[in-house]
T-cell receptor, first 114, second 113 residues
Framework: QQQVKQSPQSLIVQKGGISIINCAYENTAFDYFPWYQQFPGKGPALLIA?????SEKKEGRFTISFNKSAKQFSLHIMDSQPGDSATYFC?????????????FGSGTQLTVLP | DTGVSQDPRHKITKRGQNVTFRCDPI?????LYWYRQTLGQGPEFLTYFQNEAQLEKSRLLSDRFSAERPKGSFSTLEIQRTEQGDSAMYLC???????????FGPGTRLTVL
């Protein structure tokens, strides 16, 4: 059973536009929600993360919006640039013993056109 | 921090062969995770080490898989009797004590022919 659903699967945005990627989760025990960026042939790199005690977190051009009651969170990339073209993964986790296993969404391939 | 490193970056093997991958975490990161990523999907958790102790294992980790972290520093992941379904990117991540941020390595891409 997929615990984190991500949409859309692919997204094409013009340079300067806003990219929005959405995720929904089922497990109410999740308490940490990071977003990762992955370029071809590379490992995922952490972009930004949020905890459910806040509804929004902004770092530069990247903003996470979090809706605890709806069990949804989204990534907004403002002023999207061609260099932002990559695959983006949302993830969620809870502490299981001492381990914090990340459960990832299926990814969104973002293409920013010049 | 020099980052998480993994070796080899690519491995091609024939079905039935054994393969071993190595992960060197960021120094002073006592937490180490292994994930598997298939094409078009997000990474899936395999196993977790805190120092040298393997504390969590996913149901994805069949008996053919074994992981070690003998001195609490680098880790190895071995797959015995490889199958075509094992073809994937194997990712290692590490984290500092008492933090949630996991830093991923570049991965080892395994192709089983």
């Amino acid at each position: 059973q997929q615990q984190v659903k991500q949409s859309p699967q692919s997204l094409i945005v013009q340079k300067g536009g806003i990219s929005i990627i959405n995720c929904a989760y089922e497990n109410t025990a999740f308490d940490y929600f990071p977003w990762y960026q992955q370029f071809p042939g590379k490992g995922p790199a952490l972009l930004i993360a949020i905890r459910p005690d806040v509804s929004e977190k902004k770092e530069g051009r990247f903003t996470i919006s979090f809706n605890k009651s709806a069990k949804q969170f989204s990534l907004h990339i403002m002023d999207s640039q061609p260099g932002d073209s990559a695959t983006y993964f949302c993830a969620a986790s809870t502490l299981s013993g001492s381990a914090r296993q990340l459960t990832f969404g299926s990814g969104t391939q973002l293409t920013v056109l010049p | 921090d020099t980052g998480v490193s993994q070796d080899p970056r690519h491995k091609i093997t024939k079905r039935g062969q054994n393969v071993t991958f190595r992960c060197d975490p960021i120094s002073e990161h006592n937490r180490l995770y292994w994930y598997r990523q298939t094409l078009g999907q997000g990474p899936e958790f395999l196993t977790y080490f805190q120092n040298e102790a393997q504390l969590e294992k996913s149901r994805l980790l069949s008996d053919r898989f074994s992981a070690e972290r003998p001195k609490g520093s680098f880790s190895t992941l071995e797959i015995q009797r490889t199958e075509q379904g094992d073809s994937a990117m194997y990712l290692c991540a590490s984290a500092r004590p008492s933090t949630d941020t996991q830093y991923f390595g570049p991965g080892t891409r395994l192709t089983v022919l």
